[in-house]
Every structure is written in structure tokens, then in C-alpha cells.
């Protein structure tokens, strides 16, 4: 009688733990066709370097394109919550597509990992933000640095164009307010979509005010055009970028007309001039040679903010499991409350210490200063 049981006993407690033990499911949505490809290519093709189990438990993950659109990306995000029951969202790849999930994920209290670059995905923080983390640095680290420098050229005037969306507005914003507490005038403001293939108009106009510098705010391959269109119509002023511009296609696309932007971003783009004493150059070197592996070249910037994406839940999962089963909204606020509590998580591109106000968590040490010099990246000096 006793060995039954302890038999049936056993049978109920191995029962339990394979229930406890349900794989981890996590949707990732990218914009792998369309306009913002560049971006969401990379993205997408680090799905195979994300960890493969998540607290000793295995992972799915579940990808959908939504083809650059914001529209899509809610489909594809309500498809992913009520069809797959996913207990976290890696994506989408535009900041308008983020935006136009938050909402949507708030609403279920499915975590989302988002790898853009607007900081209004996360501030001002609120109730539905809080259910956002952002795996890329807030648009005031980046515009800090470069008004920084541009105090140190003595810059008095500067031309702004950016893409009329969350991202250049936002930019928009945090840079009209650095400016004008540090001395710098905004002469001129322009905007343009991000598949405008003719910037005539709005080059003619900010080159019209005799700006000393003009910062352009633009993610991906929209960030060559209306730099292109200033140096074709004479402009010789310093140009400089976001880390929106942040990939190798930039150097590619715009050829000589380039060289010389100055741009605040990440680590990645120089690696070999990285001391090895920073503590995020081995996690990139380590995603970079095992992209290149897998695809025969290095991944954009964009792609490590997926992986990087996967690095905060491989620390935040187990603390998760410790309070609820995965499939659970009980393990979604669990997972959401240890991302928020991460601390001194080293990133391919800088350090994450999260808090309730801060859902991005990175200090300084999430940029470096760089410059585009006969066609390459280096640091500035």
C-alpha cells in the first residue's frame, strides 16, 4: 500500500513539474519586406542566435513579418496573444509600428521587448508603457552627445530634417530642448517620409537659413536621402546622424557624400578600436562572429537589439518560473516585474539597469562617438 502511494505520489509530482515545465512561448514580429527591411532583416535573421531555452526551460519562437506595416504589426501582435498565448513579444522593427501595439499589449499584459529607437515607446512612462522595454539607448543619451560636441565646434546655428513619424518627432522634441539649454539655434525644421526618394524642396530650404550643422533624424536606409540631397545641392556644413544610421548600407548608399557625418551609436560599428576592459565588447564580438557564421557577413546594429532582447529574458525567465507557469497572466506580470528590476546586464551595446521610470536602463556607456572617415566607421577623436 505504501509503494502505491508513493507511486501515485510520484506520478502526481512528475505530473505537476511537466506542467510546470511548458515550453516558453515568445512572438517576434520584424519588418523584414518593405520599407524598413534594412532594419528588420538583421532583426529577424537573429531569431537562430536566441537562447534556445529560457531557465532550464525549452522556447519557441514564433515570427511574423509584418511587412513595415503598422497596421500588420497589430494584427500580427493580436494574432501572436490570442492564437499563440505568448508569454513576451520581441519587436516590431519601426518605431510607428511599436507605437501602434502598445496599446494592444497593455491590454493583455504581454511584456514587449521593443527594438526601436523612439524613446516615446517608453516615456513618458504610464500605465500601458510599463508593460514596454527597450533594447536600444533613449533618444536624449544620443542627442546629448552630439550637442556636446557640437558645443565643442562652437555649432551657434543648426538645420533639423527628420521623418515625420514617432521618430522624428521625438527627435524633434529632445533636440529643440538640448539646443536651445546649451546656446544653439534651430534655424530650420524639415520633414519628409521615409520612402520620399526626392528631398529637393526641403534640402533647398534648410540650406536656404546657412545652418553651420544640420542633424538628420532618420532610421535606416532613410537616413541617406536627405544628406544626399544636401550634398548634391552644395551643402558643405557638418552633418550629423542618429544612431538610427547606424548600419553598413549608410556607408554603402551614400558613398563620398558620407563621409565626415559624425553620429552617436553603438559600440559595434568600431569593435577593433573598443578596449577589451568595456564590459559589452565580448557579448558583441560573440554575436557578431556567430551571425557571421550562420549569414557569411556582420549583423546591423538593429540585429543585436533582437538578441539583445534575448538576453534580458534569459536573466528575467527564471525568476519568472520561480512565481508562475509560463502561459499565465500571472507569469507575464512576474516576467514583467524582473525585466524592470534588471540590473548591470551587459548588452551588445552597453549596460541595462532598468527601474520602474527607466525602461531602457542605459547609462553612457550605451554610446560611443563616431565619425565616417574614406568611407568607414571610426571612432572620433
Given amino acids: 500500500m505504501n509503494f502505491i502511494k508513493t507511486a501515485l505520489f510520484g506520478a502526481i509530482l512528475t505530473g505537476s513539474m511537466s506542467a510546470a515545465f511548458a515550453d516558453i512561448k515568445i512572438g517576434v514580429v520584424t519588418s523584414s519586406s518593405g520599407p524598413v527591411a534594412m532594419v528588420g532583416i538583421p532583426q529577424k535573421n537573429t531569431i537562430a542566435l536566441l537562447p534556445?531555452?529560457?531557465?532550464?526551460?525549452?522556447?519557441?519562437?514564433?515570427?511574423?513579418?509584418d511587412a513595415s506595416d503598422p497596421t500588420a504589426s497589430v494584427k500580427a501582435v493580436n494574432k501572436l496573444i490570442k492564437e499563440n498565448n505568448v508569454?513576451?513579444?520581441?519587436?516590431?522593427?519601426?518605431?510607428?509600428?511599436?507605437?501602434?501595439?502598445?496599446?494592444?499589449?497593455?491590454?493583455?499584459?504581454?511584456?514587449?521587448?521593443?527594438?526601436?529607437?523612439?524613446?516615446?515607446?517608453?516615456?513618458?512612462?504610464?500605465?500601458?508603457?510599463?508593460?514596454?522595454?527597450?533594447?536600444?539607448?533613449?533618444?536624449?543619451?544620443?542627442?546629448?552627445?552630439?550637442?556636446?560636441?557640437?558645443?565643442?565646434?562652437?555649432?551657434?546655428?543648426?538645420?533639423?530634417?527628420?521623418?515625420?513619424?514617432p521618430y522624428g518627432d521625438n527627435w524633434n522634441k529632445v533636440v529643440t530642448s538640448l539646443a536651445a539649454k546649451n546656446g544653439i539655434s534651430i534655424v530650420a525644421k524639415e520633414s519628409f517620409q521615409r520612402q520620399d526618394t526626392s528631398l529637393t524642396g526641403q534640402a533647398l530650404k534648410l540650406i536656404a537659413k546657412k545652418p553651420q550643422a544640420i542633424?538628420?533624424?532618420?532610421?535606416?536606409?532613410?537616413?541617406?536621402?536627405?544628406?544626399?540631397?544636401?550634398?548634391?545641392?552644395g551643402y558643405r556644413g557638418q552633418m550629423?546622424?542618429?544612431?538610427?544610421?547606424?548600419?553598413d548600407q549608410f556607408l554603402k548608399m551614400g558613398g563620398n557624400k558620407v563621409n565626415n557625418t559624425i553620429l552617436a551609436?553603438?559600440?559595434?560599428?568600431?569593435?577593433?578600436?573598443?578596449?577589451?576592459?568595456?564590459?559589452?565588447?565580448?557579448?558583441?564580438?560573440?554575436?557578431?562572429?556567430?551571425?557571421?557564421?550562420?549569414?557569411?557577413?556582420?549583423?546591423?546594429?538593429?540585429?543585436?537589439?533582437?538578441?539583445?532582447?534575448?538576453?534580458l529574458l534569459?536573466?528575467?525567465?527564471?525568476?519568472?518560473?520561480?512565481?508562475?507557469k509560463p502561459?499565465?497572466?500571472?507569469?507575464?506580470?512576474?516576467?514583467?516585474?524582473?525585466?524592470?528590476?534588471?540590473?548591470?546586464?551587459?548588452?551588445?551595446?552597453g549596460v541595462y539597469n532598468m527601474t520602474p521610470t527607466d525602461h531602457s536602463g542605459f547609462d553612457q556607456r550605451g554610446r560611443v562617438m563616431i565619425t565616417v572617415s574614406n568611407g568607414q566607421w571610426k571612432l572620433l577623436k
Fill in 52 to 65: 534556445k531555452t529560457l531557465g532550464g526551460q525549452t522556447v519557441r519562437y514564433i515570427s511574423i513579418d
Fill in 87 to 165: 508569454d513576451a513579444i520581441i519587436g516590431p522593427s519601426g518605431s510607428p509600428n511599436v507605437m501602434a501595439v502598445i496599446g494592444t499589449v497593455a491590454k493583455a499584459g504581454v511584456p514587449l521587448l521593443a527594438p526601436v529607437g523612439t524613446s516615446s515607446a517608453v516615456l513618458p512612462m504610464d500605465a500601458q508603457k510599463k508593460w514596454v522595454f527597450k533594447t536600444t539607448q533613449n533618444d536624449d543619451l544620443i542627442a546629448s552627445a552630439l550637442i556636446q560636441d557640437m558645443v565643442k565646434r562652437k555649432i551657434k546655428t543648426l538645420g533639423f530634417i527628420g521623418t515625420a513619424d
Fill in 215 to 233: 542633424l538628420v533624424a532618420a532610421p535606416g536606409s532613410s537616413a541617406v536621402t536627405p544628406q544626399t540631397a544636401l550634398y548634391d545641392r
Fill in 240 to 247: 550629423y546622424q542618429t544612431h538610427g544610421a547606424a548600419l
Fill in 265 to 311: 551609436a553603438s559600440l559595434m560599428l568600431v569593435i577593433d578600436e573598443i578596449p577589451n576592459s568595456n564590459p559589452s565588447k565580448a557579448v558583441a564580438l560573440n554575436y557578431m562572429n556567430n551571425y557571421k557564421k550562420l549569414y557569411g557577413s556582420y549583423p546591423a546594429t538593429f540585429g543585436a537589439n533582437v538578441y539583445d532582447a534575448g538576453l
Fill in 314 to 324: 534569459e536573466k528575467a525567465v527564471p525568476i519568472a518560473l520561480k512565481q508562475a
Fill in 327 to 349: 502561459g499565465s497572466l500571472q507569469f507575464r506580470q512576474a516576467l514583467r516585474s524582473a525585466l524592470e528590476n534588471t540590473k548591470n546586464l551587459a548588452g551588445t551595446q
